[in-house]
């Protein structure tokens, strides 16, 4: 494939000053996918057919960036990814109506979703690639509070319904110098099967079990009780319009809307600002718990590292590394090879998505490479 080898030699100074562009706040890209510094992806006259794909509304902005460029530059070639939400995705792609599936959750062992998805696959084995790293911003709409603070343990008991006022004591001891209004909190959630709500209740249960008494799922508990809202675009929607309103969501969807972020305590008990560099200390700290080229992340929701933001979810382009229809291997291939390219990981840096890690990134290129 062209697209790594064509950007190899300035890999080492373009490639790293592009990437650490993801920190700006210059966000005016979409969903729909607008404008990017990146430049478009070199071509492939010979390439064409349709793929399509279906899954984490978390990394529509980013699917549509790539589809853009992608499609610019191979025009015999159509995209179709439909932002169903990770957990429709994932049966999506089990059922053979998609070619890959976006999770912001990996394939998950206790739901058998593994074997399914290599019976789908029947020659090879189904296998998970990080590709996006979507850092997960608690959300808020309160007039005149600004940098809001929150501990896991108030986050959990908000989200729990057992906080239900702005000024209850347990987030003015997160603020004390904050002047928070008696305003009831309107908790949002996503109502559908979501790896985004997947990631965040791993979050509160890791790092506040006792007030988040729920198994982590891509479903919301419906003993948790607030209010639900589809997509990440309603979340932000929902947030945006609500005042007293609180709830989770990929950062580009918050910094689109122009949403307030609050800073989140991490396992040190230091409260860290959102941005791409702070939830890249996390993901960059996150062990591989798959084997061979299936890159299954475990994340450390409990980080004690200096700066770290500790609420990520990393989206996973789910797919078969043998085992697909040849058109359909040929073009997820082709497709992958430029999302994990320095150019593809660069189309993000106006989106509010953060960077993987360059050691990461090299082991997803070389599972991408073995698609057939």
């Known amino acids: 494939m062209k697209y790594a080898g064509r950007l190899a030699a300035a890999a080492t100074i373009v490639g790293v000053l592009s990437l650490a562009a993801c920190g700006t706040d210059d966000n005016t890209s979409t969903a729909g996918g607008t404008s990017s510094a990146a430049a478009p992806a070199q071509g492939d006259d010979t390439l064409k057919g349709t793929i399509n794909a279906a899954g984490s509304s978390a990394q529509a ?3 549509a960036e790539w589809k853009k460029n992608f499609q610019s530059s191979n025009p015999g070639v159509s995209i179709n990814y439909n932002p169903s939400g990770s957990g429709a995705g994932v049966q999506a792609f089990i059922q053979g109506t998609v ?30 690639l990080p590709m996006v790293t979507g850092p997960v911003a608690v959300v808020y709409n309160l007039p005149g509070v600004d940098g809001l603070q929150l501990s896991p343990k108030t986050i959990a008991g908000i ?14 001891a997160d603020n004390p110098d904050a002047k928070l209004p008696s305003t009831a909190i309107q908790a949002f959630h996503r109502s559908d099967e979501s790896g985004t709500s997947d ?9 506040a079990d006792a007030d988040w ?20 675009d309603g979340i932000a929607s929902s947030v945006k319009s609500t005042e007293g309103a609180i709830s989770y969501v990929e950062l580009s969807f918050a910094e689109n809307s122009q949403l307030q972020k609050a800073k989140v305590a991490n396992g040190a008990g230091e409260y860290v600002e959102l941005t791409p560099e702070s939830a890249g200390k996390t993901v960059e700290a996150a062990e591989i718990a798959g084997t061979g080229n299936d890159l299954k992340l475990k994340i450390d929701y ?5 700066g770290a933001y500790p609420i990520v979810l990393v989206t996973y382009e789910i797919t ?3 085992g697909l229809a040849a058109e359909d291997a040929t073009l997820v291939k082709s497709f992958l ?11 993000l840096g106006s989106l509010g998505y953060a960077p993987l890690p360059s050691s990461l990134l090299t082991k997803v290129r070389t599972a991408v490479e073995a698609i057939s």
């Not at 890959?100 to 189904?126: I, M």
């Not at 989200?159 to 003015?172: E, L, Q, R, V, Y």
């Not at 090879?337 to 189309?347: C, V």
Request: aromatic residues 8%; contains cysteine.
């Open 337 to 347: 090879t430029y999302t994990s390219s320095d150019e593809g990981q660069q189309a």
């Open 99 to 128: 070619a890959f599936a976006g999770s912001d959750s990996a394939l998950n062992d206790e739901k058998g979703e593994p074997a399914q998805a290599d019976a789908r696959c029947k020659t090879g084995k189904a296998i998970n």
């Open 199 to 207: 990631n965040f209740t791993k979050f509160m249960k890791a790092t």
């Open 61 to 63: 902005n980013a699917i």
């Open 213 to 232: 008494p729920y198994e982590p799922a891509k479903a919301w508990p419906a003993e948790a009780q607030g209010q639900g809202s589809k997509g990440s």
């Open 159 to 172: 989200f729990n319904s057992k906080i239900t006022k702005w000024d209850d004591p347990a987030i003015k």
């Open 320 to 322: 078969c590394e043998k």
């Open 302 to 306: 409990g980080t004690k590292a200096a």
